[in-house]
Antibody
């Protein structure tokens, strides 16, 4: 059974940093691209970033380019999202998702609140 | 970016009834390889999204045949027949033909 478990969320002040993790199990992690998708409170879904199987290719939505960094450790079956220079508009639930030609499996999500 | 427009925003239904959700894209979703990467998700209250339909009309593993998808080019539809309580929630379309991947704004399926 595919499982994705996010961690690392919380309350952070504007301008500070946070690092999210996503532990994967139930599939061969190194064979799949991965992604982060976010959902602001009471809003819809937005793709944030994606990473290729080996980590050599990364992709970001414009609003997070230069501030967020997606990475992975295939030995640990773990996906990461380093979030720097956080803004209030980054407040959202962040989902880790397996990324093939779509997002087929999702984690339960982790909440990030950016507020002073 | 490709804009995905879902209608209606809210859809009241009766249990056992039918529901139809529309998703329109600002550009054709036909990929250069001939495939159309339009997918449908359901997000039940308090849960993460779950894949229902991939590439327009293919049901994902475990999805009942009450769910069906159709469409082409820029115009797509999700139909739910014999609505059951577990079908209630927010439905989203996703296009993955173009980068960045973009979702529709969502349709809330609720009881009439």
């Amino acid at each position: 059974e595919v499982q994705l478990v996010e961690s690392g969320g919380g309350l952070v002040q504007p301008g500070r940093s946070l690092k999210l993790s996503c532990a994967a199990s139930g599939f061969t992690f190194s064979n799949y691209g991965m992604a982060w998708v976010c959902q602001a409170p009471t809003k819809g879904l937005e793709w944030v970033a994606s990473i290729s199987t080996g980590g050599g290719n990364t992709y970001y939505r414009d609003s997070v380019k230069g501030r967020f960094t997606i990475s992975r450790d295939n030995a640990k079956n773990t996906l990461y999202l380093q979030m720097d220079s956080l803004r209030s508009e980054d407040t959202a639930t962040y989902y880790c998702a397996r990324h093939t030609t779509l997002f087929d499996y999702w984690g339960q999500g982790v909440m990030v609140t950016v507020s002073s | 970016d490709v804009v995905m427009t879902q209608t209606p925003v809210s859809l009241p239904v009766s249990l056992g009834g039918q529901a139809s959700i529309s998703c329109r894209s600002s550009q054709s979703l036909v990929h250069s390889n001939g495939n159309t990467y339009l997918h449908w998700y359901l997000q039940k209250p308090g849960q993460s999204p779950q894949l229902l339909i991939y590439r327009v009309s293919n049901r994902f593993s475990g999805v009942p045949d009450r769910f069906s998808g159709s469409g082409s080019g820029t115009d797509f539809t999700l139909k739910i027949s014999r609505v059951e309580p577990e079908d209630l929630g927010d439905y989203y379309c996703l296009q993955s033909t173009h980068f960045p991947r973009t979702f529709g704004g969502g349709t809330k399926l609720e009881l009439k």
